[in-house]
């Protein structure tokens, strides 16, 4: 099984950010796949989820409007297209996957290596 997160980088404060995470080993599209992000000297926290079906999405309050998780199950691929990038969005970012939808990491079947995201200028 793997989890594969690439997109990362440095980016100026209102910038913008796609970030991916090639799936492979497990039936991708049987499971519910989220971001996680852990900034410096914080927890890690759940940014965003989406369902298998792509039909529900969740988001964290600091994201919504901002950032959006879609996914290609053809693809074996979620995806994570961040905007309007402030500071405060630095962290490694993570993916995760779980058979069903959970808030709880100790839930989560697999992870990805994380990506580093850092927003500066």
């Known amino acids: 099984v793997q989890l594969v997160e690439s997109g990362g980088g440095l980016v100026q404060p209102g910038g913008s950010l796609r970030l991916s995470c090639a799936a492979s080993?497990?039936?991708?599209?049987?499971?519910?796949m989220s971001w996680y992000r852990q900034g410096p000297g914080k927890e890690r926290e759940l940014v965003a989820s989406?369902?298998?079906?792509?039909?529900?999405?969740n988001y964290a309050d600091s994201v919504k409007g901002r950032f959006t998780i879609s996914r290609d199950n053809a693809k074996n691929t979620v995806y994570l297209q961040m905007t309007s990038l402030k500071p405060e969005d630095t962290a490694v970012y993570y993916c995760?996957?779980?058979?069903?939808?959970?808030?709880?990491?100790?839930?989560?079947?697999?992870w990805g290596q994380g990506t580093q995201v850092t927003v500066s200028s």
């Open positions: 995760a996957a779980s058979r069903g939808y959970t808030v709880l990491e100790r839930a989560y079947d697999y």
């Open positions: 080993g497990f039936t991708f599209s049987s499971y519910v």
């Open positions: 989406i369902v298998n079906t792509g039909g529900s999405i």
